[in-house]
């Protein structure tokens, strides 16, 4: 019922700076939390970031605070995440999540997941 789709995805140098997009598509409800996750090869899903549908609270991984940021367009039903001094370690598939409730920081409690788009941070 509900797709998530990313993009802006890419191969960028160390330092440099990415924002990519997440496009809702079906039924959204204002209790609905929208989160980012990453995986690189070999590694656990990790935690990225994560923004209420309605309200202004945003969450983030140790790993990225101070150098991301998500945000929200609800009338363009999109969801943004804005990378910068990017690091090589930055380097994973990046998805796009949906929770209807639980702990906002574990992919189990996420009902719908985008396809992912690949960013590469190059030394």
């Known amino acids: 019922q509900v797709q998530l789709v990313e993009s802006g995805g890419g191969l960028v140098q160390t330092g440099g700076s990415l924002r990519l997009s997440c496009a809702v598509s079906?039924?959204?409800?204002?209790?609905?939390?929208m989160g980012w996750f990453r995986q690189a090869p070999g590694k656990a899903r990790e935690f990225v970031a994560a923004?209420?549908?309605?309200?202004?609270?945003?969450y983030y991984g140790d790993s990225v605070q101070g150098r991301f940021t998500i945000s929200r367009d609800n009338a363009k039903n999109t969801v943004y995440l804005q990378m910068n001094s990017l690091k090589p370690e930055d380097t994973a598939v990046y998805y796009c999540?949906?929770?209807?409730?639980?702990?906002?920081?574990?992919?189990?409690?996420?009902?719908?997941w985008g396809q992912g788009t690949q960013v590469t941070v190059s030394s």
């Open positions: 079906g039924r959204t409800f204002s209790t609905d939390v």
């Open positions: 923004i209420s549908w309605s309200g202004s609270n945003t």
């Open positions: 999540a949906r929770s209807s409730s639980g702990n906002l920081y574990y992919t189990g409690s996420y009902d719908n």
